[in-house]
């Protein structure tokens, strides 16, 4: 792993060889810059993993210098360090676009988390840049499916696919809305031994109960008023090959018998012929019900919800694999910058900040739609948080402040702008928000506890006494 290089501006020579001590004897390279100016120079020279800059300095003040250093590289995150009393100059500070603040004298354990935090955006603009051209490569060698996340989730999801792709089993996707079933059917159908035949999809939601049986089986010219022909159904447009059903927790009880016979025999009947037709498909089935549930209260076919449950996939929500937010983010800013035929070069931490604490009820797809929007409103060469939806900038309290401004651990709750957003936390005391932050964050991180400290902002040492105080050891 590359060595982070921190630029360390103050004018005063003992506190700038103080903080070269500490950084390097925490594995960081340094360099330093004398005074603001000098430091504006050497942003221009070269990119820096972070910037570490007083405001009271004699040529050119740090608030000067830090808009100078964003004109030229919005991503650059720079920390401002000021003193205690100066609350107002720190709020500037933000509002300007700094990562974060620190007041004088040093807390040295706020400062190394603070800027823990700071470099992990450098480092994931370095994985989207990765990620960037390992999609290019994917997509001129016609693979990759849109399937994008290194999350444990993600990752077991598509060793899934490469095991069941080349059966001939049904499969059923389970998910929320938005989460991308329809492109793991389409990986599914791509991996498979049908990949040569196409993939026919129908969504069961989509059409009204005699309109989709035509849709599915087909019809005889005259079966119907307005049936002036003939017509194949899916199935035997996808002969040979895959039929996706989308939303088939919305099928009607009556059709569910016919689709069950159509699986069982491999036999299906256009609408209006008493002559079977043989077809080979394979079908794959997604939902965003619970068919279980559904087939205990009577609304869906037992019978149909075992044969289509051969085996299942369940795809993530966005929250339960929010590490894979920034590399979905690259992946849409590609797509739209192209499409709109922009040239925006990522995103700048205060941005991608609020991507990260968002929960995305929407999943995927209300990310895909938020870095719609941002790119056709951005105007620079970075999408900043002025472009991304207004909701996105109420979810949860960041915290300005040392330690605070990129915090945005897990749990962080939406306000009613969102609706019903804040309901499930209503009367829960901080100590709750807390305990259930803590949590959900090493289930995210798969009981993980130097990963869930690093995402919440805390050291381990702290992360171990909030697990004795919650009682969760």
Known sequence: MTTATI??????????????????????????????????????????????????????????????ILDWNPATPVLIMT?????????????????????????????????????????????????????????????????IGRSAPMHELVEMIATVAPSEATVLITGESGTGKELVARALHAASHRAARQMVTVNCAALAETLLESELFGHERGAFTGADRRREGRFVQADGGTLFLDEIGEMPLTLQAKLLRALQQGEVQRVGSDTPL??????????????????????????????????????????????????????????????????????????MDLLLRHDWPGNVRELENAIERAVILATGDYVTERELPLHLGSAGNGGAGAGGAAGGGAGAGNTPADGDGLAPYVGLSLEDLERRAIIATLR???????????????????????LKKYDLE
């Open 7 to 68: 630029l360390i501006v103050d004018d005063d020579a003992a506190h700038r060889s103080m903080l070269r001590t500490m950084l390097r004897g925490w594995g960081y390279a340094t360099e330093e810059a004398d005074d603001g100016d000098s430091a504006v120079e050497k942003v221009r020279q070269r990119a820096w993993d972070a910037v570490l800059m007083d405001v009271r300095m004699a040529r050119m003040d740090g608030l000067e210098a830090l808009h100078r």
């Open 83 to 147: 003193a205690h009393s100066s609350v107002d100059t720190a709020v500037e500070a933000l509002r300007t676009g700094a990562y974060d603040y620190l007041t004088k004298p040093l807390d040295f354990d706020v400062l190394r988390h603070t800027l823990e935090r700071a470099l992990d955006h450098t480092r994931l603009a370095s994985e989207n840049r990765e990620l960037r051209e390992r999609l290019s490569a994917q997509g001129a060698a016609g693979g990759g499916h849109g399937i």
């Open 278 to 351: 043989t077809v080979d498909v394979r079908v794959i089935a997604a939902t965003n019900r619970d068919l279980r549930e559904e087939a205990a209260a009577g609304r869906f076919r037992e019978d149909l919800y075992y044969r289509l449950n051969v085996i299942a996939l369940h795809v993530p929500a966005l929250r339960e694999r929010a590490g894979d937010v920034p590399l979905l983010a690259a992946f849409f800013l590609d797509r739209y910058t192209e499409k709109n035929r922009k040239h925006l070069k990522g995103f700048t931490p205060q941005a």
């Open 444 to 466: 995210e991180t798969g009981d993980n506890k130097s990963e869930a400290a690093r995402r919440l902002g805390i050291t381990r040492a702290t992360l171990h006494n909030k």
